[in-house]
C-alpha cells in the first residue's frame, strides 16, 4: 500500500474505534443507570423488561427513540434546530482522541493534552444555547442560557484545580502525568499508598473534590442539572427535541460523562498503572467506578436552586482552588 495513504487510513481506523468505543460505552452507562436508579428507587420497568435483570431497557429505549416522530416545531429556525445536537456532540469526540487508554493507546498524545481537552470539551455549550435558541420556545431559550451560564461558571474552578498537578509535574501532556504517579509512597521501605495525586496530602484531596463537583456540574448531571428542570422549565435546551435529535443530546451527556471520569482517572488515580491486568483495563475500572460516582449522586442530592448554584462555585469553590494553587506553591518552593 502507498505510504501516502497509511495515515489517512489510520486516522479512519481509530476514528471508527473511537465512535464504537463511545457508542458502547454510552448503550452500557444508559444501562447501568437505569440498574443503579431502579435498585435505588426499586422501579419495576428497568427490572423486568426483557425477562432476566431487565437485561433489554437499553435496547428497548433506543427502539423507542428511533420510531419517535422527528418533529421541527413552526417558530424554530430550522438549520440551527437541526445543527445543535451535532454541535453538542462533536467536542465531546474530538476530546476523546487526547485521552489516554493506557500504555500507548492514544490517538493524538498531544503535548497541550489537558488544554485541548479543556479547550475543545467549552464548545460544547454552544450546542445547548443553540438548541435553546433555535427551538423557538422560551422554556428552551431559559435552558439554554442556563447552561452558559452554568457552563462558564464552573469551568474555571474545573481549570483552576488541575494547575496544582501541572506545577507538580511540569507538562501539560496527559502521558507524562500519567505516568508520574506510577509506584508507591514508602515508610521505610514499605508500600503503603499508591503515588497517585489523589493520595498528596491536601493539596490533593482538595483538587480532586474541586475538580469532581465542577465535572458534575459541566456535565449537567444531577444535583445541577438546571439547564433541564423539569418542574421550572419543562425539559429546558431540549424540549422541542424528539427521536434521534433527542438521542444525540443524550450521548452527548454520557460521552462527557465518561470524558470527565477518564479525565479524573489520569489526573489523580494514576491513569492505567495497577498489577498484573494490562493498563486498559484498570483505566477503565478506575473510570467506570468515577462514573459510579455521577450516577449515585443523581438519586441522593435533590437539585440546586439556580442562585445557590451559582454562588457555590463563585463564593465557594473559586476562592479554595486559588487557595489550593497558593499551598503547592509553598510546598515547591520550600
Known sequence: MPTALLTPLSMIIQCSILIGFISVSVMFMVWWERKVSAHMQNRLGPMFTGGWHGWAQTIADAIKLLLKEDIIPAEANPWVHRLAPIVAFVPAFLCYAALPFGEGLISADLDIGILYIFAISGLSVLGIVMAGWGSGNKYSLLGGLRAAAQSVSYEIPRVLSVV???????????????????????????????KWFIFYPIVGQIAFLIFLISSVAETNRTPFDIAE??????????????????????????????????????????????????????????????????????????????????????????????????????????
Open 229 to 334: 428542570a423539569e418542574s421550572e422549565l419543562v425539559a429546558g435546551f431540549h424540549t422541542e427535541y424528539s427521536g434521534m435529535k433527542f438521542s444525540f443530546f443524550f450521548l452527548a451527556e454520557y460521552a462527557y460523562v465518561f470524558l470527565s471520569s477518564g479525565l479524573t482517572t489520569v489526573l489523580f488515580l494514576g491513569g492505567g498503572s495497577g498489577p498484573i491486568l494490562p493498563s486498559w483495563s484498570w483505566f477503565l475500572l478506575k473510570s467506570f467506578a468515577v462514573v459510579f460516582l455521577f450516577l449515585w449522586f443523581r438519586w441522593t442530592f435533590p437539585r440546586l436552586r439556580v442562585d445557590r448554584l451559582m454562588e457555590f462555585t463563585w463564593k465557594f469553590l473559586l476562592p479554595w482552588s486559588f487557595v489550593n494553587i497558593l499551598i503547592t506553591g509553598f510546598i515547591l518552593l520550600f
Open 164 to 194: 496544582p498537578i501541572l506545577m507538580m509535574v511540569g507538562s501539560l501532556k496527559l502521558t507524562s502525568i500519567a505516568n508520574v504517579q506510577t509506584g508507591f509512597w514508602q515508610i521505610a521501605g514499605i508500600p503503603v499508598l499508591p
